[in-house]
């Protein structure tokens, strides 16, 4: 088996959806982003790839292309699966926490781990997701961003 760890970062903004975990939260700031900016989606990926050897989200999806310009990362985490799948690889399962903190995130989180599981084509029970605020400390705390970490553990398909 495989272990990996993925770490995001996007600032908040007036103007921008927020985006996490394909959900649509309404709020008064979204985040920044080049794509749809779904720091949580973002975070599973990096771990997904991650625990694959497979570098990270930069390397697949570049920033620069304007092909990922309001990208639906649930559609970049759908390659990202084939990605590990053509690797030899399947989830076993991932664990993610959003830290943010505003606005309450707990009504939203069941959508999001079946968003994520669909895009993995995996069983929602092998996903996890979780927030937290940060007590009103650092920049998550002020509000002036949102970070996800995620850990995801893989195992081979003939496993
Ligand atoms: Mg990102």
Do not use: C
Not at 124 to 150: D, M, P, R, Y
């Amino acid at each position: 088996m495989r272990i990996g760890q993925g770490y995001d970062v996007h600032r908040l903004v007036p103007g921008r959806k927020l985006i996490l975990g394909g959900v649509e939260i309404p709020f008064e700031l979204g985040l920044l982003g080049h794509s749809d900016a779904d720091v949580l989606t973002h975070a599973v990926m990096d771990a997904l790839l991650g625990a694959a050897g497979l570098g990270d989200i930069g390397q697949h999806f570049p920033d620069g292309d304007p092909a990922y310009a309001g990208a639906d990362s649930l559609v970049l985490l759908e390659q990202v699966g084939a990605k590990l799948a053509a690797a030899g690889w399947r989830l076993g399962n991932l664990d993610a926490t959003v830290i943010a903190q505003r606005p309450r995130l707990a009504p939203y989180l069941p959508k999001m781990r079946d968003n994520l599981a669909a895009a993995l084509s995996a069983a929602s029970e092998q996903i996890n997701v979780k927030a937290t605020t940060e007590e009103g400390l650092g920049f998550t705390g002020a509000g002036q961003g949102v970070a996800a970490q995620t850990v995801a553990l893989l195992l081979p398909w003939d496993g």
